[in-house]
């Protein structure tokens, strides 16, 4: 927010930001990190002591149990307004809980798909009695959830599920008949939410189904790569008796309701996966230190040194950016709200007005994660393979986080048709300043607009090129391709590639510049290297996405001026990064 002004999600690209209106997450209050705090000693007294426990499935009642632990905490009702039993707590909040919780492994997955996907339905579309009924018990972990909406022939195509549901001859009864599958919590759930299609209506309709309604079964547990001590089932329904008052929301909503809560699990998973990738890099430094070789600690090796600062620089920036939209939301909720909207509304237009961001940290923060837990691994070698160490089970349970809440295809792809889309009804304004970037190929450069203010000029003048460059690269193509662009699934996945790298960067900066003002640049250093290495790093990473997608649809004499214009967008002066990772790695070390 500046002034009273709302940034409007996804116009980042085009507008200047400044890091004193910008949440970062040194602004988190005492009480926040006492929150925060709760959450590390819950993992470390229950969970980590029982990792190989619960991965083995041997005691089907253990995770419930433990759940049953985190509900007395508080930590199942985050979300759930205190009028219900919760806590009600601001968004950014509920991130910072999500990140906590998000480095305990299976445990995290079930206790964010409850308190997510299974609770936050209910919360934003049930009625007074369905919320009176349910959320009290959910958010005390009495009764746990689960959210049934991916059937074996509808994946990302959400909305094409078969499982039906008829109403009964006196109208009193829903009976649902289907089949679902990959269910977190499905073994032990309480509270089923249930998409299904009613006779032949285009889109889905939502109901809660309780466990004890009957008519359910369920395959054994599944057998997965990883997260393997979360609760994963086919579920199939056969003539399930719901009752009519359980629908939720109104006929054929089930689809909107299935796209918002996605709007908010990304966010939050980019938040967990920020956590997990926070103890994997802890753990690579401390084993880094200890371990010798050669007569010294590897850590002490130029090759290891490297993997330390791309850990922390990643990380680094993904939590900026994490944090950044996660105020930007709860900002734009409280501006609603003061408009006369209702909190639920306010909530889900504030969430779907940013899924731009959410779609982009989704992608960001699990391939950081990725990075983080594959660089983790290599720096503990031999033992990095051992199923004794913890790189193991951290290696295996990132994968899932590419596919989780939509694919990182399907989450690229969403990026840019939903830009698009902002632009088409003039939320954001794409087309003028594509234009302007047009017409100074022509002209002397200007690279002063669209940048955050407060930025060292050379910083500043590199971000402002970055812009440039996504612009002239999604400007040509749009101009080009027109509305066959969406169908063109490679450049567009480039374009998202270079957006994602510019949010990332420039929230990085942001945090950076916020700090330096607040403590001064001698006690900033650590963190403005790292934004020297992403931003050099961004530079390569736009250059190389942007020229993917250039060389895709143009060809001769105008594939040549927009290549020389790229060029000049994405130029920089040589830099040291050996010398920068270096310096890192010591600071780091030192705190």
């Not at 006369?340 to 007005?353: D, S, Y």
């Not at 961001?357 to 391939?367: D, G, T």
Request: hydrophobic share 40%.
């Amino acid at each position: 927010m500046q002034g009273n002004t709302i940034v409007t999600g996804g116009d980042f690209i085009i507008r200047e930001s400044h890091f004193s209106s910008t949440f970062i997450p040194e602004d988190f209050t005492g009480e926040q990190t006492m929150v925060a705090e709760t959450c590390r000693e819950f993992l470390e007294k229950e969970i980590f002591p029982r990792l190989n426990e619960i991965d083995s499935h041997e005691n089907p009642g253990l995770m419930p149990e433990l759940m049953n632990k985190a509900g007395e905490l508080g930590l199942l009702g985050t979300s759930v307004p205190a009028a219900y039993g919760g806590f009600g707590m601001d968004f950014n909040t509920s991130m910072l809980v999500a990140e906590e919780i998000g480095a305990g492994h299976s445990f995290a997955v079930a206790l964010s798909a409850h308190t997510g996907i299974g609770t936050l339905p209910i919360v934003y579309y049930g009625n007074e009695e369905q919320k009176a009924r349910y959320l009290p018990k959910l958010a005390s972990g009495e009764w746990k959830a689960a959210y049934c909406l991916t059937e074996p022939d509808s994946g990302s195509d959400a909305n094409s599920g078969k499982t039906k549901a008829v109403m009964s001859p006196d109208g009193k009864i829903w009976l649902i008949s289907g089949q679902k599958m990959w269910i977190t919590n499905g073994g032990f759930a309480d509270i089923f939410i249930v998409f299904a299609r009613i006779e032949n209506d285009r889109n889905l309709t939502a109901f809660i189904v309780e466990k004890s309604f009957g008519g359910i079964t369920m395959n054994e547990e599944e057998e997965k790569m990883g997260i393997r001590g979360s609760s994963t089932r086919q579920i199939f329904f056969n003539e399930c008796p719901v009752p009519a008052e359980n629908m939720l929301s109104s006929r054929e909503n089930g689809f909107k309701i299935a796209v918002n809560i996605l709007n908010i699990g990304r966010i939050k998973l980019a938040a967990a996966a920020i956590g997990a990738g926070k103890r994997v890099a802890k753990l690579s430094r401390s084993y880094a230190s200890e371990r010798k070789q050669f007569g010294k600690s590897i850590g002490e090796f130029g090759a290891i040194k490297f993997k330390l600062a791309e850990q922390y620089c990643r990380l680094y920036a993904a939590e900026s950016a994490t944090y950044r939209a996660g105020q930007d939301i709860e900002n734009r909720e409280k501006a609603l709200l003061s408009s006369g909207m209702g909190p639920e509304e306010a909530k889900l237009k504030a969430v779907e007005g940013y899924a731009i961001e959410c779609a982009i940290l989704k992608v960001y923060a699990s391939e950081v994660l990725d990075y983080v837990v594959d660089e983790g691994v290599q720096i503990y070698g031999g033992m990095g393979y051992s199923a004794e160490a913890p790189m193991d089970r951290a290696y295996r349970d990132s994968r899932i986080n590419r596919i989780f809440e939509g694919t990182n295809e399907i989450n690229r792809l969403l990026t840019i048709s939903t830009l698009l889309k902002k632009a088409m009804k003039g939320e954001v304004d794409l087309i003028s300043p594509a234009k302007k970037v047009q017409q100074e190929l022509m002209a002397i450069p200007d690279f002063s607009a669209g940048v955050p203010s407060g930025f060292p000029d050379e910083e500043s003048e590199k971000l402002g090129r970055l812009k440039k460059a996504f612009l002239l690269v999604a400007g040509a193509a749009v101009q080009k391709l027109m509305m066959q662009l969406e169908e063109e699934q490679e450049i567009v996945m480039c374009l998202a590639d270079m957006l994602m790298e510019i949010y990332a960067c420039e929230s990085a900066l942001l945090r950076c510049m916020k700090l330096r003002e607040r403590s001064g640049s001698s006690s900033t250093r650590k963190e403005e290297i790292a934004c020297r290495l992403l931003l050099h790093l961004g530079c390569e990473k736009i250059g190389f996405s942007g020229r993917q997608a250039l060389q895709s649809f143009a060809s001769g004499d105008e594939l040549k001026m927009m290549l020389m214009g790229l060029k000049r967008f994405t130029k920089q002066e040589p830099l040291n990064t050996t010398a920068l990772r270096r310096e890192l790695v010591i600071l780091i070390a030192a705190g």
